[in-house]
């Protein structure tokens, strides 16, 4: 792995844009048309997922999701060298004030979201623009070298990258300023864990459970981020409130509402989303239910 990021990745993340996205399109033929990268999981998830388009529509879909795809990969290198100024260009915080008055009040905040558009130059540029200090949520990589690179690249403009226990003992002691708590609630639950459960892109659907229970145990607002994509290259990310007091709330209505916002995102940008994730592999039978107040937390959106 040390000869393909010294060789490979890091001459290549030097590289500009044009020939970057050039790369890309290289990439399309091969991932798309050539291999069919993982075709039957994107399409099965697609065809599932929106049952009311037509077989057009999920064709065009399906392909501008690996346009995006390929961009993600280019770009997602790009950040191992990206410097601020470019970050700036390209990545945009459409709203971060919405975090001020928690920060002066000195309160922690959850933020919560899904894999869309390009998470990777997100946790590169999210400190440079929030006032909390960001700290994402993360289970390290099996390679301990790539595993030290990448949280090099997504660490060095300020992201912490911490545990779930880590995170847990930075709450409860003294830190210089309020910190905001990074979680990705759309990946595949593990069995061992307690998802929520409810209906997600028209397929029952466990949530991970783990902002909902972290911001419930430290009294922390939750706000639910989600990345535009504008245009090649460029991005947005907007913020949501879903609560300001966890304890108002039922059990599972924070679940509810986040993956009820990031459904309704997708619906409207259903490309960026990270369609090769076997999201539904698992069913509601392997998991103990948490499923407390669904109903009522629809109403409540």
């Not at 792995?1 to 993340?13: A, K, N």
């Amino acid at each position: 792995m040390r000869f393909l990021y010294y060789l490979v990745l890091r001459p290549i993340s030097l590289l500009p844009s044009w020939i970057l996205y050039g790369i890309s399109n290289g990439l399309f033929l091969v991932i798309y048309h050539l291999v069919g990268y993982r075709k039957k999981v994107v399409r099965a998830n697609l065809q599932n997922s929106f049952p009311d388009f037509s077989k057009e529509r999920l064709k065009e879909t399906e392909r501008k999701f690996y346009v995006h795809f390929c961009d993600l990969i280019v770009e997602s290198i790009k950040a191992f060298s990206i410097s601020k100024s470019e970050l700036n260009s390209c990545f945009v915080q459409r709203n971060p004030e919405i975090f001020q008055k928690y920060f002066d009040r000195g309160q922690h905040v959850t933020l919560v979201g899904g894999h869309n558009g390009n998470w990777e130059l997100f946790a590169v540029s999210v400190a440079l623009h929030i006032p909390h200090q960001p700290l994402a949520l993360y289970t390290p990589l099996n390679n301990k070298f790539m595993n030290e690179k990448m949280t090099q690249s997504r660490s060095k403009f300020g992201l912490w990258m911490k545990s779930y226990q880590e995170a847990k003992q930075i709450v409860r002691g003294k830190v210089a300023k309020p910190v905001m708590f990074i979680f990705a609630s759309d990946q595949c639950p593990r069995t061992a864990q307690k998802p929520y459960w409810t209906e997600f892109l028209n397929q029952e659907t466990g949530v991970q459970f783990g902002a909902e229970k972290f911001a419930r145990d430290n009294n922390t607002p939750v706000i639910y981020g989600f990345i535009h994509k504008k245009r090649r290259g460029y991005y947005e990310m907007e913020y949501k409130l879903v609560c300001e007091g966890p304890d108002e709330l039922k059990m599972g209505m924070i679940s509810e509402i986040h993956t009820r916002m990031l459904e309704k995102d997708i619906r409207n940008e259903p490309a960026y989303w990270l369609w090769t994730h076997k999201r539904w592999k698992r069913k509601k039978k392997d998991f103990v239910v948490n499923n407390e107040a669904r109903l009522e937390a629809v109403t409540q959106i």
